[in-house]
């Protein structure tokens, strides 16, 4: 498994909550010399690609190439296996993003008739499975025995919470205050 810094693992977090799976705006925090070299070691991993930014579609602009077309960052789907999230399907990324993310889809026909779309499915053995494991239990889980649990930052725990598990995959987190144990977080049972 990849090993991810904590900015590394927000700019993926953040990128994996967006439809479209653009990197970008970075954190404030990472500005000039220091976004280039950690956005440059994310594109040599395979985390992130750089790809033709779609301006018209607002998409935000990382860098113009030497002949002059605005280039986005894009997510891969290794990057998002590197923070444990099953990639929605392989058609989310802007155009011009490599892999199965090129591949032309047809145009969207849906209807009402049309069946509900299909489920997420995880993978087995990952981080993602692990944490709604904890979640499941009956004692629910801290963000601090997940970060042990998993070795992410807290705000990486948030960021997969809110985003990953109630965005993406629809399920409903609750949290309580339990004395002696401090704010602890639950999924229904399977």
Same mark, same amino acid.
């Given at each position: 498994?990849?090993?991810? @810094?904590?900015? &590394?693992?927000?700019?993926?977090?953040?990128?994996? &909550?967006? *439809? #479209?799976?653009?990197?970008?705006?970075?954190?404030?925090?990472?500005?000039?010399?220091?976004?280039?070299?950690?956005?440059?070691?994310?594109?040599?991993?395979?985390?992130?690609?750089?790809?033709?930014?779609?301006?018209?579609?607002?998409?935000?602009?990382?860098?113009?190439?030497?002949?002059?077309?605005?280039?986005?960052?894009?997510?891969? *789907?290794?990057?998002?296996?590197?923070?444990?999230? !099953?990639?929605?399907?392989? *058609?989310?990324?802007?155009?011009?993003?490599?892999?199965? &993310? #090129? !591949?032309? @889809?047809?145009?969207?026909?849906?209807?009402?008739?049309?069946?509900?779309?299909?489920?997420?499915?995880?993978?087995?053995?990952?981080? &993602?499975?692990?944490?709604?494991?904890?979640?499941?239990?009956?004692?629910?889980?801290?963000? *601090? !025995?997940?970060?042990?649990?998993? #070795?992410?930052? +807290?705000?990486?725990?948030?960021?997969?919470?809110?985003?990953?598990?109630?965005?993406?995959?629809?399920?409903?987190?609750? +949290? !309580?205050?339990?004395?002696?144990?401090?704010?602890?977080?639950?999924?229904?049972?399977?």
């Amino acid at each position: 498994m990849t090993k991810l @810094s904590d900015t &590394q693992a927000l700019i993926l977090s953040a990128a994996a &909550q967006r *439809d #479209n799976r653009i990197a970008l705006p970075l954190p404030d925090s990472l500005r000039g010399g220091a976004a280039a070299k950690v956005v440059g070691a994310m594109i040599a991993k395979g985390l992130l690609e750089e790809v033709p930014a779609d301006v018209r579609k607002g998409e935000p602009v990382w860098r113009e190439s030497d002949d002059g077309h605005d280039i986005t960052l894009v997510a891969t *789907d290794a990057g998002l296996a590197a923070i444990g999230v !099953e990639p929605e399907d392989a *058609d989310t990324g802007p155009e011009g993003a490599t892999g199965a &993310q #090129n !591949e032309v @889809s047809p145009p969207d026909t849906a209807t009402a008739a049309d069946p509900a779309p299909k489920a997420r499915t995880m993978r087995q053995g990952t981080k &993602q499975e692990a944490v709604i494991a904890m979640l499941r239990a009956p004692q629910g889980a801290t963000i *601090d !025995e997940i970060a042990v649990a998993t #070795n992410w930052a +807290s705000h990486t725990i948030r960021g997969f919470l809110s985003g990953a598990l109630k965005k993406k995959l629809g399920l409903e987190v609750t +949290s !309580e205050k339990v004395e002696g144990r401090g704010r602890t977080y639950h999924l229904p049972p399977a």
